[in-house]
Structures are given as structure tokens and as C-alpha cells.
């Protein structure tokens, strides 16, 4: 992921080109390090991937793990073919975020995150702010692909092109997405004031 | 929490940090390990059998691919007995024979039991994990339509059937579809609403279709799709319909076995309906009717695998999700498309995504075709005047204009509709009219409907005689020549190949400015000319010319398609362009923006002698403005009592030409050649006054008043 594509996505947002943050550093590093085999990718990319899909799923980071642990054993057993992808990390996101698009749909384990929720939500992480409960509790109230864009964009510091692979629709989506989702938080976080 | 919104929200940065924050930790040693089975703390074990995995510690995550196969024994076993109680079931509620049938044939193929409400073709031995949707659409579902038109080898008495079926024999493809069962349903529309042919692989997305929902059209709607096109515009209607179609079969009077194997015809989709009807019945404490006895079986016989349930109540609850989901599928479907509008001569581009009502669905190839040309689409709204024109859809499109004049690329977005219901329609879409809107800040700003009574030749398709670089290399070399003593300049040329197949030959100039341009706009027809001998000599298969030409400062001047397929062209010229191909009123200081308004203003403009602005009101006029006026001062025309009674709108085959009639009453004194004074007067119903929008305004047709 080049900063230079990463700053022409945020021109066409409108938004600030802040240049290369620790996480971007890092994937861009790992993306360009190694690709080689399924450990050095899940090496680059798990962590990151789990709690991106934690956020989105309001915090239920073992479903987000559930879906991104069978995202790399899809991809190992499938290493022949997706190895030879341009960016396996891409297909990797894409099929865990449909793993965990599949999960949200059962009921009964919709039941369970909601039980999971409720005793996360006892335990405060350390060093989290009042306003990021709020924004926390906002970025709930999105909707799903807006929640989604949002956090691969600015928590997994994907370009708009990766976010739109990964979410298998259009750049133009995204930055709707992503624009709209800037506009209700704003709007609700402004509210909430 | 407000803190930094002021002005422009949470900056970037805060929400980023903010987020980071917010993001549980993770802990990824071990991880690795035992996802592999690997037990972190110790040394690595060989893997499981066939790469198959089991994490320790961590339940199981992983699934085999879907099974479309035979059921093991004990499976087989439990299948025959629960297969041969349903049998009994409905033998005793008098099911007809055709249902019985269909019924029995299916369980064979897809009938489960499992502790989790399933879906057709759902593996029954692997309760954690329905046969997956979403995962399986995003990795799978694109390949497999791809695979499905696979051919049998040579030797195989299959090869080249011209029987699509004979496709659906041994096609592991199309079983791995459908035993995605209901999940693959949204992606396999999504596939038909954005891509679907004629070809043999789209005609078998369809029979999956059908096979997934064990519906089969032409059994149910008597309707004998030949082709994806001609299915999806009828499966989209018949969707629709289905509240109205299962209530009125089970409100019919009641006959066991017709109603039951009617219903049961209707397929999967009639599913919430069905158990609607029967909730509605419950509510009405009336729950011995025969239909509501006989409710849990046929539902039973439109899901199989569904839980068994001895009452509706019952099957709703242990069915819920599946009756969700079917919901979602029939009322649900909308589609998206999203693009950028094309670049404008300041290289500004928007980005819009256009949601397309379910109702409106089997139109999205058209929206398609006009979103990858960078046409700003809005919506799709019901036609108007669809009685007289037929089945069509309304595009609204959204204005570039800014003041009260169109913008050219206002202009040229309706020819691209047209083409594209043209292209649409040739694909074998339902669609005989298009009509087209504009909204611009919110407002109606005109509509029109275009009969789509044309046809591209196929020859246009055929091998063209030069490569698109070789056509745009020559067209650039002579257009260039043919310009050299003109004040265009010829700056950009490409030669392009759309999707359908067409080659677009788009041309950039500048001039230094609409004066210049005006003196020398015959010289333009160099374009049409060198296409022309291109296509002719080379055969370069140059369907559609594109012309913008700007002035130096930016400012459009006229901007033209010439579509040599559909043997049309559209232009927008700026106002100072009066010479060249369409002759010209004078500027106008008016703008009348209805066709109301235009003969209002025009009849004001005669009465109080203002003829520079009546005779700007015309559309076209045979005579210059000398011979106009003089006319016109020897009538001295005055106009008493003007009334409009309403106005009719038309089209014409152009859709930039829109046409409308306004209903007027009226006295009017002239005089004769002869010097005498007369008055005629047109009392009610009064008469049509036709009148015609010419880049954004309306004007007064010259020959219809006379």
C-alpha cells in the first residue's frame, strides 16, 4: 500500500493526507516483506484483522477471531491458488469479513455476542476515554458497511481501493460510505454534546 | 464528545487514535499453532488427515465443501422414515399427485436433519455451520457461474447439446450452487441484474434459480423463459406478485388438492406469505378452516429441511430464519451501482451510487451501461404514460446545469439513454419506451418518454479493418490536416471499444472562442467526414463520434454525439453558435421554463411589440428575422382574453426535442393582406399550440401555429 496512492484516496475524501501512521508503517512493511506462505501472512495481518472485525461486530472480538481463524485456514488450504493472487492479504479480508457476516446472521449466535457484549461492556479497557465510548457507542449505530468502511479505513488503514475489495464493492461506494458515516457521527457526536 | 466537531467533526487523526483505543488487544502467540492443532507450548505435530485441521481449545471452525453427494447410511436410514412420514402426511391431506411427486423427487436430492433450521442442500452431519452464504458468494459464486457452461468432452454424447438441461447433468458447478441454498440467491440476482446474456452460462444461473426456490416459472406462470434476459424481467414480476398470488390461491374455495399443489408450485418464496395468511387466520380465531390444517405440511413441502412442525406457530418459531430470509429475498432486492460521472472539461468528477428499487431491478443493466459512460443516474421511477407506450422505466438523471440552460453533458446523457434502452432491449430486456428526467437542486426540471423503436445493425459487430489505435492514429492524422486552416485545434483523439462492442471515436478541440467558433462551424463537419471514410474504406467500425469543443478559457461551445449506429445525433452548441447545422433563434432575455410560460411570453412579447424576444421564442423559423418582422408589423397581430388550459406533453424520437401541446383559448385581431382588420377567436376546447424544448427552454413550434 504506497502513501502516495493512500494520499491521493484521502484528496478524494476531502480529508487530511496524515501521512503513514505506526499501523500503516507496519502492514505496508508486512505487505511488502513477506507473502511467501500463510504464516508469514497470518504473522502480518492477524492481529490487525481480528480487531478490525472486533470494532465491527460492536466488540465481539471471539467471533471476530472465530472468523478470521477460518479466513487462514480457507487460505492454507487453498495456499496453491491463492498464492498466486496479487495480494493474498486482500482475499484473506474479504473472506473473513464474510465469515463474520455469516455468524452475524445466526441467531443463536447473535444471542451469544449479545450476552459476550454485555459482559465486555463491564470491563473498561485501560486507557479508553469517555468520548471514545461515545464514539464507540455511535459507530454501532451505523450501518453495517458503513461501520465496516469506516474501520478498514481508518483503523486498518486500508486504501479506499482495498477497502472496496475487500468489501467487494466500488471505490465510488466507499467513499459513500465513508462519507456518509463521517457525516452522522458527526452530526450525532454534535447532538450528543 | 463534541470536542474538535465544530467546524469539520472529529479530525481524521482523533477518530484513527480514538479507534485504536477502542480496538480490543488481541493476543496472537499460539494462534498459529492451534489453528494448525499445533499445541502452542510444545513442539509441532503433523497435520491432520487431507490438510483437515481441528484447532485445540477452540471448537470446530472449519467445514468440508458443501455436500450435494449421497447421505451416509444412518442418514440415509433417518432420511427414509422422516421422507416416508411426510409421505403419509400428505397423502392424508390429499396432496396431488404432481406435488407428491415433485415433493418426493426433491427429498431425494437435498432432504437433511439437523438440530439447526436448514436449507436446501445444507450438509445435515455438520450442525455448527449451515452451507454457507456470504463467504461462499464472495469466493465461490463468481467462479462457479463462470464453470457452469463447462463442456463435456468430446466423446461424452453431451458434447455441444444445444439443450441447455443436458448442462445441469454432472455439472458440479451448478450443484455447488445450489446446495448454497438461499445464500446464493442474492449473488446469483446481483449476477443477473448487472451482467445477464443470452449464453448458455447466465440461461443456467437461472436454473438455479429456480432450483434453489423449486420454482419453476414456466409451470407456474406459464411463462417460457428462452433466455436469462426474458427470465429475470419475469422473475422480478412474479416476486412481486407473490403476497397477492398465495392469498388469493388460498382464498379461493377451498379444494384440498388444487390449492395445495398450487401453492406448493409458487416454491419457497411463497414461504412468509403462506405463514402470513395463516397468522392473519389465527387472529381471526377461525383456525378449523381445512387451509390452516393443511399449512405445516405444505410448508414443510416448500422448504425441505425445514423443521417439522405439527402447527404453523410451530414452524414459524423453529423456522425463523429461513422465513426471514426468503422475506428479504422477494421484498428485499434492490441493487446498487455505483460510479463516477464522467470528467468534465475542469476534470471534476463525482462520485454517485444509485440504489435501484426492487420493482426496477430487471433495469439495471441499463443503469449499468449508463453508469460505466459516466451519465449521473439518480433513480429509476415508474414511466409515465406507460399505458400508451408500454413496459419501460423513467431515468432521472442529475442535472449539471446551473442556471436555466442545460449543460451539454445534460444534453448528451439523454442520447446515452436511449442507446442504452436500444442496447438493452437488442439484449432481450422487456422495454419499450425509456423515458428521462432531469432533477437539479431538487426539482423536475423536464421529462420525456422515447418509444425505443430502434435496432443496431449487426455488421457494426462485425471484424472491423483497423486495430483502435491504428483508426484513432489515421483519424487523428486527417482530422488534424483537414483543420489546419481552421480555428479549431484538435487536441485529444482516442478510439475506444465499449462493452457491447461498439467503438467510440472521441475527439477534443479548442477554439479560441465562440465568435471564432461560430464564423467557422462548418469546418466541425471534418470529424464526420474522416469517420465517415474511414468506416467506408477501412471498415473501422466507428459506431458513435463524440465531439467536445471547448474554448480556450475552459467554457464548453458545442459538444455532439453522432451516433452512426442508431443514425442519430444530439448536440449542445453555446449560444453564441448560430450558424452551422440548426438554425438559430436570437438570444433570449427571457427564460420561459415551461411550455406554459414559453407561449405566455411569446403572446405578451407580440402584443407589446417586443419582436426581437417573440421571434426568439420560436423553436426554428423558416424565415429570417427581416421577413419575420415585417410580416408581423403589417398584421400587427394583438392578442385578447389568453388562457392556458393545460398542457399534454410528447416526445420525439430525439430526446433532447421534447414536445408538448398547450391547450389555449384566445382572441386575436389582425390584419388582412388586403388592409382590412379582422378577429378570430378560438373559444373552448380551444386549440394545441405545440411547443418544444430546445437546450432547456421551451419554444414555440413556428409551422403548427400557422
Known amino acids: 500500500m504506497g502513501n502516495e496512492r493512500r494520499d491521493r484516496d484521502m484528496e478524494q475524501l476531502g480529508l487530511d493526507a496524515i501521512g503513514g501512521t505506526g499501523v500503516s508503517r507496519a502492514l505496508a512493511a508486512a505487505s511488502a516483506a513477506d507473502a511467501s506462505s500463510p504464516e508469514s501472512l497470518f504473522r502480518a495481518h492477524y492481529r490487525t484483522l481480528v480487531r478490525s472485525l472486533a470494532l465491527i461486530s460492536g466488540g465481539d472480538s471471539e467471533t471476530a477471531a472465530d472468523a478470521v481463524g477460518d479466513a487462514f485456514l480457507q487460505l492454507e488450504q487453498n495456499w496453491d491458488r491463492i498464492s498466486t493472487y496479487d495480494d493474498p492479504a486482500a482475499w484473506i479480508r474479504r473472506v473473513a469479513l464474510n465469515r463474520l457476516s455469516n455468524r452475524r446472521r445466526s441467531l443463536a449466535r447473535r444471542a451469544g455476542a449479545l450476552l459476550r457484549l454485555q459482559s465486555q461492556r463491564d470491563e473498561t479497557p485501560q486507557g479508553i476515554r469517555a468520548t471514545d465510548l461515545a464514539l464507540k457507542d455511535e459507530l454501532g449505530r451505523l450501518p453495517l458497511k458503513q461501520r465496516t468502511a469506516v474501520v478498514l479505513f481508518y483503523f486498518a488503514d486500508l486504501s479506499v481501493a482495498e477497502v472496496a475489495e475487500a468489501m467487494s464493492i466500488t471505490e465510488g461506494a466507499v467513499n459513500q460510505h465513508l462519507h456518509r458515516a463521517r457525516e452522522t457521527l458527526r452530526k450525532r457526536l454534535e447532538v450528543d454534546q | ?706
Open chain 2, 1 to 706: 464528545m463534541s470536542r474538535g466537531m465544530s467546524d469539520r467533526g472529529m479530525s481524521d487523526q482523533e477518530l484513527r487514535d480514538a479507534l485504536h483505543r477502542l480496538a480490543p488487544d488481541v493476543k496472537e502467540n499460539g494462534v498459529w499453532e492451534s489453528l494448525h492443532g499445533e499445541d502452542a507450548a510444545g513442539p509441532s505435530r503433523a497435520p491432520g488427515p487431507a490438510g483437515r485441521r481441528e484447532g485445540i481449545g477452540r471448537k470446530s471452525v472449519g467445514r468440508r465443501p458443501p455436500t450435494v453427494g449421497r447421505p451416509s447410511q444412518t442418514r440415509t436410514r433417518r432420511l427414509l422414515s422422516l421422507g416416508a412420514a411426510v409421505v403419509v402426511v400428505l397423502v392424508a391431506l390429499g396432496f396431488g399427485v404432481n406435488a407428491l411427486v415433485q415433493h418426493l423427487r426433491q427429498d431425494e436430492q437435498v432432504l437433511v436433519i439437523s438440530d439447526q433450521p436448514m436449507q436446501p442442500g445444507s450438509g445435515a452431519n455438520e450442525p455448527t455451520q449451515p452451507v454457507s452464504d456470504a463467504d461462499a458468494l464472495a469466493d465461490r459464486l463468481q467462479e462457479l457461474i463462470a464453470a457452469l457452461p463447462t463442456p463435456y468432452p468430446a466423446d461424452d454424447v453431451r458434447y455441444a447439446s444445444s439443450n441447455p438441461y443436458d448442462y445441469l447433468e454432472d455439472n458440479p458447478a451448478f450443484d455447488e450452487i445450489v446446495a448454497m441454498g438461499y445464500d446464493a440467491l442474492p449473488g446469483l440476482d446481483r449476477h443477473l441484474a448487472t451482467t445477464a446474456t443470452a449464453g448458455l452460462g447466465d440461461y443456467l444461473v437461472c436454473a438455479a434459480i429456480e432450483s434453489i426456490t423449486r420454482c419453476d416459472l414456466k409451470q407456474v406462470e406459464g411463462f417460457a423463459w428462452a433466455d436469462s434476459r426474458t427470465f429475470w424481467g419475469r422473475w422480478n414480476q412474479y416476486l412481486k406478485r407473490m403476497p397477492t398470488l398465495v392469498d388469493e390461491i388460498l382464498e379461493r374455495d377451498p379444494s384440498f388438492w388444487i390449492q395445495g399443489e398450487e401453492i406448493v408450485k409458487l416454491g419457497a418464496p411463497a414461504v412468509p406469505y403462506v405463514v402470513e395468511y395463516a397468522d392473519r387466520i389465527d387472529e381471526q380465531q377461525d383456525s378449523g378452516i381445512p387451509v390452516l390444517l393443511r399449512i405445516p405440511a405444505l410448508l414443510s413441502t416448500l422448504v425441505p429441511g425445514s423443521e417439522q412442525a405439527a402447527t404453523v406457530a410451530e414452524f414459524k418459531a423453529r423456522n425463523a430464519e429461513v422465513i426471514d430470509q426468503l422475506k428479504s429475498y422477494v421484498e428485499d432486492r434492490s441493487v446498487e451501482v455505483s460510479g463516477d460521472t464522467w470528467s468534465t472539461s475542469d476534470s471534476i468528477t463525482t462520485t454517485f451510487t444509485v440504489e435501484i428499487a426492487p420493482e426496477f431491478v430487471q433495469f439495471s443493466g441499463l443503469v449499468e451501461h449508463l453508469v460505466a459512460q459516466g451519465v449521473a443516474v439518480a433513480e429509476l421511477r415508474e414511466m409515465p404514460f406507460a399505458e400508451e407506450y408500454g413496459t419501460g422505466v423513467e431515468v432521472v438523471l442529475r442535472s449539471e446545469a446551473t442556471g436555466p440552460r442545460w449543460a451539454p453533458e445534460d444534453v448528451l446523457a439523454t442520447h446515452l439513454v436511449f442507446r442504452a434502452a436500444v442496447l438493452e432491449k437488442m439484449a432481450r430486456t422487456d422495454i419499450d419506451a425509456v423515458g428521462v428526467a432531469f432533477v437539479g437542486q431538487g426539482e423536475v426540471e423536464s421529462q420525456s418518454v422515447v418509444p425505443i423503436d430502434k435496432t443496431i445493425d449487426p455488421d457494426w459487430y462485425a471484424t472491423p479493418g483497423l486495430t483502435l489505435e491504428e483508426a484513432a492514429q489515421r483519424a487523428t492524422t486527417e482530422i488534424s490536416a483537414g483543420l489546419a486552416s481552421s480555428p479549431f485545434d484538435l487536441v485529444e483523439l482516442t478510439v475506444i471499444q465499449e462493452p457491447d462492442g461498439t467503438r467510440v471515436l472521441r475527439a477534443r478541440l479548442t477554439v479560441a472562442g465562440v465568435p471564432e467558433a461560430n464564423e467557422s462551424i462548418d469546418d466541425l463537419n471534418v470529424v464526420g467526414a474522416v469517420v465517415g471514410a474511414l468506416n467506408d474504406e477501412h471498415q473501422a467500425k466507428i459506431g458513435v463520434v463524440r465531439t467536445e469543443v471547448s474554448a480556450t478559457d475552459g467554457e464548453p461551445v458545442k459538444w455532439s454525439i453522432g451516433d452512426l449506429q442508431l443514425k442519430s445525433s444530439t448536440w449542445w452548441q453555446a449560444e453564441g453558435i448560430t450558424e452551422g447545422t440548426y438554425p438559430r433563434p436570437a438570444s433570449l432575455s427571457e427564460a420561459p421554463l415551461s411550455p406554459e410560460a414559453c407561449v405566455l411570453t411569446q403572446v405578451e412579447a407580440i402584443n407589446n411589440h417586443d419582436w426581437p424576444l417573440a421571434y426568439s421564442l420560436y423553436a426554428s423559423t423558416p424565415l429570417e428575422y427581416g421577413d419575420w418582422l415585417k410580416e408581423h408589423v403589417e398584421a400587427d397581430e394583438v392578442y385578447e382574453d389568453f388562457a392556458v388550459h393545460g398542457t399534454e406533453f410528447l416526445s420525439e424520437t430525439l430526446l433532447d426535442k421534447t414536445v408538448a401541446l398547450v391547450r389555449v383559448t384566445y382572441k386575436v385581431h389582425f390584419t388582412l393582406p388586403g388592409g382590412q382588420r379582422t378577429v378570430v377567436e378560438v373559444a373552448e376546447p380551444g386549440e394545441d399550440w405545440s411547443v418544444e424544448k430546445v437546450d432547456g427552454l421551451w419554444r414555440v413550434r413556428w409551422l403548427p401555429r400557422q
